[in-house]
C-alpha cells in the first residue's frame, strides 16, 4: 500500500467522529426541528450539533446558505461551546439572513434579534437583546425574577463583521458594513460603514477609508 493512500485511509477514519453526528443533523434533528416550528432557508451548512430552543409561540428563521459551527475543527479560531440559539418569551423572533457565517455565537432573544444577509460572527460572540436578570436586587433574589427582565431589539444590518469574543447587547442597531472589532462590548447605535472596537466599543474608523 502506497503511504499516500494510507494517509488518506488514516484521515478518513478520524474523520468518523464527526460524520455519524453529522448524518444525525440531516436525517433526524431536520425533522425534529421542522416539528418544532423552526423555518430554515436551503443548502445550510451544520458542522456540529447546535443547541436550538424555541419558546412555544415565538418563532425563529434561518436563512439560505448559511454556515453553522459548532465545533473547533471547522474553524481556525476554534470555539468554546456550541452554537446556541434560543428564544426566551413566547413572541420573541430570531431572524438570521442569508449567507451567514458563525462559529459559537450565543443568539438569545426575549424580543427581537434580527441579523442581515452575508454577516460574519466571529468565534463566541454573544448577541443578547435582554439582560436576563433583574436589575432590582430583591426582584433577581425572588421568584419574579424571570419576569421582570429588561429586553430591547437588536438590529445588525448587512455585510456587518463582528470580531470574535464580542458582545452585543440589547437596543443596539448596526448599519450595513458595520466593522466590530474583537472583543468589544457594544451597548449602542452605530452607522453604515463604522469601525468599532472597544469596551464600550466606539468608532475608531471607516470601512471608506481604507
Keep these: 500500500m502506497k503511504i499516500s493512500t494510507l494517509l488518506r485511509a488514516v484521515y478518513s477514519i478520524n474523520r468518523?467522529?464527526?460524520?455519524?453526528?453529522?448524518?444525525?443533523?440531516?436525517?433526524?434533528?431536520?425533522?425534529?426541528?421542522?416539528?418544532?416550528?423552526?423555518?430554515?432557508?436551503?443548502?445550510?451548512?451544520?458542522?456540529?450539533?447546535?443547541?436550538?430552543?424555541?419558546?412555544?409561540?415565538?418563532?425563529?428563521?434561518?436563512?439560505?446558505?448559511?454556515?453553522?459551527?459548532?465545533?473547533?475543527?471547522?474553524?481556525?479560531?476554534?470555539?468554546?461551546?456550541?452554537?446556541?440559539?434560543?428564544?426566551?418569551?413566547?413572541?420573541?423572533?430570531?431572524?438570521?439572513?442569508?449567507?451567514?457565517?458563525?462559529?459559537?455565537?450565543?443568539?438569545?432573544?426575549?424580543?427581537?434579534?434580527?441579523?442581515?444577509?452575508?454577516?460574519?460572527?466571529?468565534?463566541?460572540?454573544?448577541?443578547?437583546?435582554?439582560?436576563?436578570?433583574?436589575?432590582?436586587?430583591i426582584i433577581r433574589s425572588s421568584v419574579h425574577d424571570s419576569g421582570k427582565l429588561t429586553s430591547k431589539p437588536i438590529k445588525i444590518g448587512d455585510d456587518v463583521f463582528i470580531g470574535g469574543r464580542s458582545i452585543i447587547l440589547k437596543g443596539v442597531e448596526l448599519g450595513n458594513n458595520v466593522v466590530v472589532g474583537a472583543g468589544s462590548v457594544v451597548t449602542k447605535f452605530f452607522p453604515e460603514g463604522s469601525i468599532i472596537a472597544g469596551n464600550p466599543a466606539e468608532i475608531i474608523g471607516n470601512i471608506n477609508k481604507y
Excluded at 34 to 42: D, E, I, P, Q, W
Excluded at 91 to 112: Q, Y
Design 16 to 137: 468518523w467522529q464527526y460524520y455519524i453526528p453529522d448524518l444525525y443533523i440531516e436525517l433526524i434533528q431536520k425533522k425534529i426541528w421542522k416539528l418544532k416550528k423552526l423555518s430554515m432557508g436551503k443548502n445550510i451548512k451544520w458542522f456540529g450539533l447546535p443547541i436550538i430552543t424555541n419558546t412555544k409561540g415565538a418563532k425563529i428563521y434561518i436563512g439560505n446558505n448559511c454556515f453553522i459551527c459548532s465545533r473547533s475543527y471547522h474553524t481556525s479560531l476554534g470555539v468554546s461551546h456550541k452554537m446556541i440559539i434560543r428564544t426566551l418569551e413566547q413572541n420573541s423572533k430570531i431572524h438570521i439572513g442569508n449567507n451567514v457565517r458563525m462559529s459559537g455565537t450565543a443568539i438569545c432573544a426575549a424580543s427581537t434579534i434580527n441579523i442581515g444577509d452575508r454577516c460574519v460572527i466571529g468565534a463566541d460572540v454573544i448577541i443578547a437583546d435582554n439582560d436576563f436578570h433583574s436589575i432590582d436586587p
